[in-house]
């Protein structure tokens, strides 16, 4: 059996995104996995139990705090969203996951401080990490080219 890969739902083309919307991507590498059925795809910050639409939100800079544009704390949900993708990453047995660039959830090395400023910094977003620190490889979707040889190398 091919290896999985645990995928941002947004980057298939599924309405996640805080505005309703989504990122999909058309590369014909994720057209030729979704075929082989070896994408898992989700959203953590509706696992969490956001809405779509929900305000947009951000991780405060050097904390796992996130905050709404409104104002709102949802550290739990993002919490949990992060806790539940790392339950199904593991009961699917993924060898690696593609996530979004710069998302407070997804976001792998570069996201936004906190601050609804546009300003990035260096840090990665709350699923990101937990499935890093649980020894499970991160690309984004600027890294599909990286992504595919590492997946190759795994079947
Ligand atoms: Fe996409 Fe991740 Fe944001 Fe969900 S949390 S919309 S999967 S970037």
């Known amino acids: ?3 999985k890969i645990l995928i941002s739902a947004c980057l298939i083309g599924e309405n996640v995104k805080y505005d309703g919307g989504n990122n999909a991507l058309h590369v014909k590498i994720l057209e030729q996995w979704k075929e082989e059925g070896v994408l898992v795809p989700l959203c953590p910050e509706v696992l969490g139990g956001l809405n779509v639409p929900r305000s947009a939100c951000e991780v405060i800079e050097g ?3 996130v905050i709404c544009k409104t104002g709102e704390d949802v550290t739990q949900e993002f919490a ?3 806790k539940e993708s790392l339950r199904l990453a593991k009961e699917e047995g993924v ?6 660039a710069r998302s407070p959830s997804c976001g792998k090395d570069i996201i936004y401080d906190g601050t609804f400023t546009s ?3 260096n840090d ?5 990490k937990l499935l890093q620190e649980s020894g499970i490889p ?3 979707e600027e890294e599909l080219s990286f992504a595919e040889a590492f997946w190759r190398q795994k079947g």
């Open 63 to 65: 904390t796992r705090t």
């Open 95 to 100: 060898c690696m996951a593609i996530l979004k």
């Open 124 to 128: 990665s977003g709350i699923t990101c």
């Open 80 to 82: 949990q969203g992060a």
């Open 119 to 121: 300003t990035r910094v």
């Open 1 to 3: 059996m091919k290896p």
């Open 138 to 140: 991160v690309f984004s």
